[in-house]
């Protein structure tokens, strides 16, 4: 019995920008009803390759051949690529929150009769899309109102709204957690049943063994080679080599710590929810940091670990009700973030698009931009100075860039937390605050950034480390407190902590002795 032909073959794709291939001579076959993964490190050209594919990058602008459903295609936008059956979901979720589901789901896609948009029949066509993706919501409710999980459900919807036949993901569960990002890959399994085949860019590589048949390796704009997991012999560490072009010994650098005094506590820290007053985000928690410490925060979505962090750090969440700051043994009162940056804190946010960094400026202006008077006189910037250290910054990060004149919209996921903690860095601060610091990037960018965590604790600075993975917690850190519900359950050293400890520790109110 003959193989049915495949639904998508590109050919010998080659983009390029000025002064970047960022494909070369790439290929990819995607077969009918196929889960194929695309593994590759930030900037590899994955999401490159898509934005091709889907027309975001039109037709004239890269050369090769794309073929679909044994057709040449030659998509001049989006639009076009939609009305042939191919949906992209980017990694930043395309709607609008003051749009309902049933506004968000058929925009650009209305139903019409007589010229005028039939709202009852979108709205029933909305619930039967729903349905098909497991979400039982009001189809009337505001996009804003459902979290990050609910959002890629009503993408995939709006998805299957246009007969979609290839679903392309881009990280799709980079922001989800265990349970949400379960269900999707649940979803995305449905859909194979259903004859919709799926191209999924991910870093996380347990979630690709788990459901992809086929995945296909870039590696600096090109093709290394094409893994049939079904096949045996695909596991973790063989596509880390494909990845890399090299096995990496361990995920974490070997360290051997240097932990002095402790010289940062919160104490009874108590903080109200902005919105909600009757509920506390933080209820009377106390910590403590040590010089040379790297220390650990764990806790499941919605446990209070983010809120604790930005109310630290100036009280830039909710609504301060109890507690103090003492700093190497005197008291200090941050009350906005420019007092918690000349006490000597920075706090790199899990959102590095919306709250770490302006995408409109360069990678010189966003290195600096937290404490400019160090490059400043007289209140008037110094460009020498600062394209001076941004460009030492640029080289000591290893930040993939031509110049730093370069936007930090055009970088990689990976070098722009690079970016991120460089503006942090010029601050000399004494505490680091980073909050899912490796979200989204991939494992070679991964042991760049924990090498640099390290470094800064090597140098008697002090980090807490918010992360979602526990074994990353359990590579890197020196101790880990657990958070559930906005208060400090326990407070272990990693050589007592195992993730069954700390996950009981995350999903239980009652407060260790040693908390």
Known sequence: MNAPPPILEMRSITKEFPGVKALSDVSLTVMPAEIHAICGENGAGKSTLMKVLSGVYPHGTYTGEIFFRGEEVQFRDIRQSEQAGIAIIHQELALIPELSITENIFLGNEIARGGRIDWSAAKRKALDLLARVGLSEDPDTQ???????????????????????????????????????????????????????????????????????????????????????????????????GMVGRSLESRYPDRTPHIGEVFFEVRDWTIQHPQVPERLVAKGSNLEVRRGEIVGLAGLMGAGRTELAMSIFGRSYGTYLAGTIVKDGKEIVLKDVESAIDHGLAYVSEDRKVLGLNLLDTIKRSIVSAKLRKISRFDVVDEFKESQVAESYRKQLRIKSPSVDMGVAKLSGGNQQKVVLAKWMFTDPDLLILDEPTRGIDVGAKYEIYTIIQQLAAQGKGVILISSELPELLGIADRIYTVFEGRITDNLPVSEATPEALMRSMTSAKKKANA
């Open 143 to 241: 996009i804003k109102h459902l979290g990050v999980g609910k959002q890629q459900l009503v993408e995939i919807a709006k998805a299957l709204a246009k007969d979609v036949k290839l679903l392309i993901l881009d990280e799709p569960t980079a922001a989800l957690n265990e349970d949400d990002s379960q269900h999707l890959l649940d979803l995305i399994l449905g859909l194979k049943g259903r004859g919709i085949a799926s191209i999924m860019i991910s870093h996380k590589l347990n979630e690709i063994e788990q459901i992809a048949d086929a995945i296909t390796i870039i590696r600096d704009g090109h093709a290394i080679e094409t893994l049939d997991v079904h096949g045996g012999d695909v596991d973790e560490d063989r596509i880390i080599r």
